[in-house]
């Protein structure tokens, strides 16, 4: 009996970060603090220009360095060692924090070769963010404090609002630049827009932007409407037009047959729970699908990392990127406040805390199946069939 699932492959996103974004909305003054004079860096001549990202993908790798990086580290905080990243499941920690922690399962390596927290950018001194407030500044001063899209997404009626500058937030691994869009004088917001500028996925830094449509009404968890993926390569910009990505739910069946003999221990065998000792996972996962573009999108045989305490229920397999198609992660995106079920996820990043804008598929198991018993059944298929 080899375990199916139901599977929503959308052109890009779906899952949860909807309902932070919503909730930020909600709480956005309706008008936004006085504006300041027009950035040099946007487009000149205008009362709000249609704006483009792709100039700033520059920005990203420092971005990235003056990030919230430890678990020392907090918005205001940064600690005073050198940084390690696992290269796997990409979780960071601070030399000083790494000392404490086990971390045999990871494969950290230094951030920034040459040492210190900041690398090579502590040595710049252009004051041009060597610091994380210093950061902060100048993406303020390079980001307009009005914008509109390039141009309006494609059949989705969304991008032609005026989106207003609400905050800027140094997060984990990124700094984030959220705009929001009202709907008139003192209405309700009807889109934001978080934009991203840091680490992506598994591989190098560039800008995520994810739209949020709140003008349906809805509340609670919304899925991206729209993404825009910027690649940061040598430290320049491109003048390319923006190229975003509208958010398209689609349906497909796909199946899940583990590699036979190949198991190794559950996340609950590996906690010691006495009820749970024999239990064990797949190794291998070959994804299949009778859908032609699901399984372009996520078929193919997946392997289970050893990254224990950064994933949730240690589960986290990875495709390698081969003959053109990227490397998929397949991992178990928790419901954040614990009041719905978790979810298997296929995403082009290893980790859920990237948020939706990464996730390429969400698998919808049957009713009462919860995705640690649908793991195990897994598992057992490895081992009873072939
Ligand atoms: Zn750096
Ligand atoms: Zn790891
Ligand atoms: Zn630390």
Same mark, same amino acid.
């Given at each position: ?22 909730? @930020? ?33 520059? /920005? ?21 060692? &050198? ?24 494969? =950290? ?26 950061? @902060? ?12 899209? @390039?141009? $309006? /997404? ?10 207003? /500058? ?19 004088? &003192? ?5 934001? /827009? ?5 680490? =992506? &996925? ?68 590996? =906690? ?31 392997? %289970?990392? %050893?990254?224990? &305490? ?39 990043? $290893?980790?859920? %805390? ?33």
């Amino acid at each position: 009996p080899h375990a199916a699932a139901a599977a929503a492959a959308a052109a890009a996103a779906k899952d949860e970060v909807g309902e932070s974004s919503a909730e @930020e909305a909600e709480a956005a003054p309706p008008h936004p603090p006085s504006a300041a004079p027009e950035p040099a860096a946007a487009p000149s001549g205008a009362e709000h220009k249609r704006f483009s990202f792709g100039p700033f993908v520059g /920005l990203a790798g420092r971005a990235q360095c003056c990030s919230v990086l430890c678990t020392c580290e907090s918005s205001g905080d940064v600690s005073q060692h &050198g940084i390690l990243r696992c290269s796997c499941c990409q979780a960071t920690l601070c030399g000083m924090c790494a000392a404490h922690v086990q971390l045999e399962s990871h494969t =950290m390596l230094p951030l920034h070769p040459e040492g210190g927290r900041f690398g090579a950018d502590a040595a710049a001194g252009d004051g041009d963010g060597a610091t994380p407030e210093e950061f @902060e500044g100048s993406l303020r001063r390079a980001m307009p404090d009005a914008l509109q899209l @390039e141009e $309006p /997404l494609a059949g989705s009626g969304i991008g032609t609002e005026l989106f207003r /500058l609400l905050r800027v937030d140094r997060d984990r691994d990124a700094v984030r630049i959220k705009y929001v869009s009202h709907g008139g004088e &003192g209405a309700a917001p009807v889109a934001t /827009l978080s934009v991203a500028f840091g680490r =992506m &996925g598994a591989a190098g830094v560039g800008i995520t932007a994810t739209l949020y449509d709140l003008s349906g009404g809805k509340r609670g968890l919304l899925p991206p409407a729209a993404r825009l993926v910027l690649r940061g390569g040598g430290g320049g910009g491109t003048s390319n037009a923006d190229e975003w990505e509208v958010c398209e739910e689609r349906a497909a069946t796909l199946s899940f047959e583990p590699e036979h003999g190949d198991v190794s221990s559950s996340y609950r065998s590996e =906690m010691g729970l006495l009820d749970f000792k024999e239990e064990v996972v797949a190794n291998k996962i070959h994804v299949g699908s009778s859908d032609t573009q699901a399984a372009s999108l996520v078929g193919g045989t997946y392997v %289970r990392q %050893r990254c224990r &305490g950064t994933t949730v229920f240690g589960a986290l397999w990875k495709r390698e990127a081969a003959g053109g198609s990227e490397a998929m992660w397949l991992f178990v995106n928790p419901d954040v406040d614990r009041t719905g079920p978790d979810h298997l996820v296929f995403g082009t990043t $290893p980790t859920y %805390r990237d948020g939706r804008a990464f996730h390429v598929a969400e698998l919808r198991l049957r009713p009462n199946q919860p995705v640690l018993e649908w793991l195990h059944a897994l598992g057992q298929a490895a081992l009873t069939d072939g």
